[in-house]
């Protein structure tokens, strides 16, 4: 079992900053393969980013450009999401999400899917104003 406690979400102007994080419990950080993901009314769960923490593999979402950026600190079991240059069209829930063996060992698109996660965090809601 894997939990997941997410944080760092909030109500910001266009063209700022926020940094999610994601600490993880229950099984070996170095394992899993984490995954943020987003949700809004108007858009289906997508993929934004990923990281595999055996290896520091990084994928993001083809929105993201350069503004989005996956990190990690082993001391804290904890993966961030730093979200520059914001837009109003980035207002959703933000979820992380974890694989874990045998399911993180797979690369590639496998990352982009949700239904390859085993574990979700509970959401954190970001909210861009124009």
């Known amino acids: 079992q894997v939990q997941l406690i997410e944080s760092g979400g909030g109500l910001v102007q266009a063209g700022g900053s926020l940094r999610l994080s994601c600490a993880a419990s229950g099984r070996t950080f170095s394992s899993l393969a984490m995954g943020w993901f987003r949700q809004s009314p108007e858009r289906e769960r997508e993929f934004v980013g990923g990281?595999?923490?055996?290896?520091?593999?990084?994928d993001y979402g083809d929105f993201v450009k350069g503004r989005f950026t996956i990190s990690r600190d082993n001391a804290k079991n904890t993966v961030y999401l730093q979200m520059n240059s914001l837009k109003p069209e980035d207002t959703a829930v933000y979820y992380c999400?974890?694989?874990?063996?045998?399911?993180?060992?797979?690369?590639?698109?496998?990352?982009?899917?949700?239904?390859?996660?085993?574990?979700w965090g509970q959401g954190t809601q970001v909210t861009v104003s124009s």
């Open positions: 999400a974890a694989r874990v063996p045998p399911r993180s060992y797979v690369g590639g698109t496998a990352a982009y899917y949700p239904s390859n996660y085993n574990y």
């Open positions: 990281i595999r923490l055996m290896d520091d593999m990084l």
